[in-house]
C-alpha cells in the first residue's frame, strides 16, 4: 500500500510519559474525526484540533509507495552522530495513524531499530509490535482501543468524565488542558482535578512552551 505523511521532522517528544525525549515525527494526512477543513470544523466529532494534517505538502512530507520507502525516509531524519543508537524513537501520529500504519511499516522500522510510538484517538486497532500505544480518546468517538501505555485525556472534553476511564488497561493517566483561548483556565482545572485524584498526571504541551514543532 502507498502512505501518506504530511510532514516528517525531528524534535523533542512534547506531550505525556516521554516528554522532552528526541525523537522523529511522522505525521500521517487524514483523520476520520475531522476533514481538516475549518469549514467542517463545527460539525466535526473531533472540532478542536490544532493541527495540520491535510495533503502532502509539509516538510519531508509525501507519497511513500513502500513501507521501507517511508521507513528510510523517517530514518533519513535521525542524527547521524547517533544513528547507530538503540534507543531511535519515531512517533506516529496525525490525523490518525492508524488509517495508514500497518505491520508492514512496523517491521519496516523495527529493522532500522526504531522504536515506535503511536498517537491515536482510539477508533481504530494496532498492528502487532507498536512499542508505545497513546490514545486521546474524543467525545462521540467509537472507541475501540481500550488499553495501551497512556491514556492522554484533552480536558476538558463535555461527556467525558476521568474517573470513568480510571479503570481502564493503561500505566499512565494524563490530563492535557485543551488549548484556545480558555487554555489558562483549562490548566487550572486539569491541575487542581489532579491534585484531588492522584491517579491522573498533568500532561502541558512542552513543545509550545518552549517554541519548537
Given at each position: 500500500m502507498s502512505?501518506?505523511?504530511k510532514e516528517i521532522f525531528y524534535t523533542l517528544q512534547g506531550e505525556g510519559a516521554n516528554a522532552g525525549?528526541?525523537?522523529v515525527f511522522c505525521r500521517f494526512t487524514g483523520c476520520n474525526l475531522w476533514s481538516g477543513r475549518e469549514v467542517d470544523r463545527a460539525s466535526a466529532i473531533c472540532n478542536f484540533c490544532d493541527t495540520d494534517f491535510v495533503g502532502t505538502d509539509g516538510i519531508g512530507g509525501g507519497t511513500f509507495q513502500e513501507a521501507g520507502d517511508l521507513a528510510r525516509a523517517i530514518d533519513s531524519y535521525w542524527p547521524l552522530a547517533s544513528a547507530?543508537?538503540?534507543r531511535k524513537l519515531v512517533v506516529c501520529t496525525g490525523g490518525e495513524p492508524l488509517l495508514q500504519v500497518d505491520s508492514a511499516l512496523v517491521a519496516a522500522l523495527h529493522e532500522l531499530s526504531f522504536e515506535i510510538a503511536i498517537e491515536t484517538n482510539g477508533t481504530?486497532?494496532?498492528?502487532?509490535g507498536i512499542d508505545w500505544i497513546c490514545v486521546s480518546p474524543k467525545t462521540r468517538a467509537d472507541w475501540n482501543l481500550r488499553y495501551g501505555n497512556e491514556l492522554k485525556?484533552?480536558?476538558p472534553q463535555?461527556?467525558?468524565d476521568p474517573a470513568q476511564l480510571e479503570t481502564l488497561n493503561f500505566q499512565y493517566l494524563f490530563l492535557q488542558p485543551?488549548?484556545?483561548?480558555?487554555l489558562k483556565a483549562n490548566i487550572e482545572t486539569a491541575l487542581q482535578y489532579c491534585l484531588a485524584n492522584p491517579k491522573w498526571r498533568l500532561s502541558l504541551q512542552l513543545h509550545k512552551i518552549v517554541g519548537i514543532r
Open positions: 502512505y501518506f505523511a525525549r528526541p525523537a547507530g543508537h538503540s481504530k486497532m494496532p498492528p502487532e485525556l484533552v480536558y463535555e461527556d467525558l485543551m488549548d484556545g483561548p480558555d
